[in-house]
């Protein structure tokens, strides 16, 4: 009984945690439309007193290789920094958790989105045995990022609900599965479909289409 | 005119019909591809509907200007090149602008994962080469159809010929046998009783055993020389009619009456053309199959051209071998200034 109620309150959170964000097994972006805003690089703090430090992949994959640049890396690493040169690491620190984000920046009509793919979670994989993290796998979301202002800059999610209404609406053909006991929409459709689909729904003549309870209004705080 | 305004409205229909159905399936069967799951929704209805728009003109252009106008008229390579054209502009054109259109025309609606542009090629290829091989097919029916139809046109035309060239024998004959009988009636003579039998004999062989394909040479060789009998009830001088026989197999199949209008016109021109010098000549083999017949009278130049028809026999076994014995004939009239001679041999692969 005790058990059932365990398991019944992990869901719970589950999917309290794993709502809300349209997630996909392909990133979000092709590797023709990647922009590199070094404006987006150093500190910022959100409203909620939430601390994002934002680095450039480049730069960390070197240093925690211990090399100074890029002909030094072997084949693999090399290969590693090529794919992801043109990104962001994003440590998020909230109530005194860390994670690590690798985000991927690409514009598509002159409008920057950023494809969050989570690296690492110091406290989880302390908690969680290694049984548990070999049944879980990094999926990407899809953030509109509008850099207001050097000091300022907002992070826009793209919200479940909005895809959740179009399928229910039968209005979109796409490629997707739902997963898991909360029946989550994970998209499966390829990255090439994906941009095609960021394209049309910012042509969308929804006023709210980025509308989302996931959102950061971003300040910075320290030098870049 | 009629005809034609009558033909080009059943082709018309034809066409109707066949894209109609055409296309009806393939709306089916691209919307349950793109359906993937089996249940279409409506998204998947007007993403069908709008693809098809954009096939329909190559497989059209193919149908009605490519297929009539090089691979019908063997233009085999030109075809090929044109086929293949054809099938990467449209997948090209539809590859830079569909998407584009259908955004346009619907743009509440996302039409995302339908299929990639190596996909959209392969459809516009498979479509095409499946479609050409449906038309072929639909048009090798109607060509057969068509053909089946000539042929039995032609059949009945045949079949109407030599009706009517029998039909043009028989009363000959049997004009030529009531001016015997007639003969032999004025005269008194006691063999007019026999002659009707025989005439009997050679009529009910004409009217009954002879309406059919072909008969036996025996039933054949037993008419000629039933009528040879009968004639010499009319003739004196009949010491100067031979009929040599000789065949291999009397079950040799041959085209009914055929050789006695040939008798007719020897004994019509040849004993009573010229009452000293008269004879007639036949000589009848058959060896492996091969047959020959060879007959010769004496012969009187004013006689034959006094005569009105004098050509009409000869000229209706012409047209009867031509029809019944095509290309496997040879039938030959030589002619002396006292001699009448026709031969006819019917060659082994008729048989």
């Keep these: ?224 | 005119m009629n005809n034609n305004s009558s033909l080009h409205k059943t082709t018309f229909l034809n066409t109707l019909i066949f894209n109609l159905v055409l296309w009806i399936c393939s709306f089916l069967l691209f919307l349950f591809v793109f359906a993937e799951n089996g249940h279409p929704k409506t998204i998947d209805y007007i993403y069908t509907g709008s693809f098809l728009s954009t096939i329909i003109v190559p497989v059209l252009i193919n149908f009605y200007i490519l297929i009539p106008f090089l691979l019908k008229r063997e233009k085999y390579l030109f075809y090929a090149l044109a086929f293949v054209l054809n099938v990467l502009v449209f997948s090209q054109l539809n590859i830079w602008f569909f998407d584009h259109l259908i955004d346009y025309v619907f743009p509440e609606y996302y039409f995302i994962s339908y299929h990639s542009n190596i996909t959209l090629f392969t459809i516009f290829s498979v479509f095409l080469i499946v479609t050409t091989l449906i038309k072929l097919s639909v048009d090798w029916f109607y060509f057969n159809s068509h053909e089946n139809r000539q042929l039995k046109m032609r059949n009945q035309l045949i079949q109407a010929q030599l009706a009517s060239l029998r039909s043009q024998i028989n009363p000959h004959f049997l004009f030529n046998s009531l001016n015997v009988i007639y003969a032999l009636a004025i005269e008194n003579k006691a063999e007019t009783k026999d002659a009707i039998v025989q005439l009997s004999d050679i009529l009910r062989y004409v009217i009954y055993d002879a309406n059919t394909e072909r008969v036996a040479l025996k039933d054949e060789v037993a008419l000629l020389k039933n009528y040879i009998e009968f004639q010499r009830f009319r003739n004196q001088q009949t010491e100067n009619i031979t009929f040599n026989c000789t065949i291999d197999n009397e079950n040799y199949p041959i085209y009914p009456m055929l050789l006695l209008p040939l008798v007719e016109n020897s004994f019509k021109y040849g004993i009573k053309g010229d009452i000293d010098h008269t004879f007639i000549r036949i000589d009848l083999t058959l060896k492996d199959h091969d047959f020959s017949f060879d007959i010769e009278n004496n012969y009187t130049e004013s006689e034959q051209e006094a005569d009105g028809h004098s050509g009409l026999g000869l000229e209706n076994i012409e047209k009867n071998l031509k029809i019944v014995y095509p290309k496997t004939h040879e039938f030959k009239i030589f002619k002396t200034a006292s001699t009448f001679r026709v031969t006819l041999k019917l060659f082994k692969n008729e048989n």
């Design chain 1, 1 to 224: 009984m005790k058990a059932r109620k365990s398991f019944f309150i992990v869901l719970v959170i589950g999917l309290l945690l794993t709502s809300c964000v349209v997630k996909s097994l392909h990133p979000f972006y092709t590797r023709d439309i990647l922009y590199f805003e070094p404006q987006f690089v150093g500190q910022w703090m959100d409203t909620d007193s939430v601390h994002w430090n934002i680095q450039p992949f480049k730069e960390v994959f070197l240093k925690e290789n211990h090399h100074e640049n890029p002909s030094e890396l072997d084949e693999d690493e090399l290969k590693t920094y090529n794919n992801y040169k043109e990104g962001y690491v994003v440590y998020y620190e909230k109530d005194s958790t860390k994670t690590t984000f690798l985000a991927m920046p690409f514009k598509i009509n002159n409008q920057l989105f950023l494809d969050f793919t989570p690296i690492e979670d110091r406290e989880s994989q302390q908690t969680q045995n290694d049984l548990y993290q070999m049944h879980l796998i990094n999926t990407h979301s899809l953030a509109k990022l509008d850099i207001v202002s050097n000091n300022s800059a907002s992070i826009k999610w793209l919200d479940q609900d909005k895809l959740e209404a179009l399928l229910k609406a039968d209005k979109i053909k796409i490629k997707y599965e739902k997963v898991g006991f909360d029946e989550t929409i994970l998209l499966t459709a390829s990255s090439d479909e994906l941009v095609k689909f960021i394209e049309k729904y910012m042509n969308s003549e929804d006023a709210e289409k980025w509308k989302t309870d996931i959102e950061f209004n971003l300040k910075r705080t320290g030098e870049q």
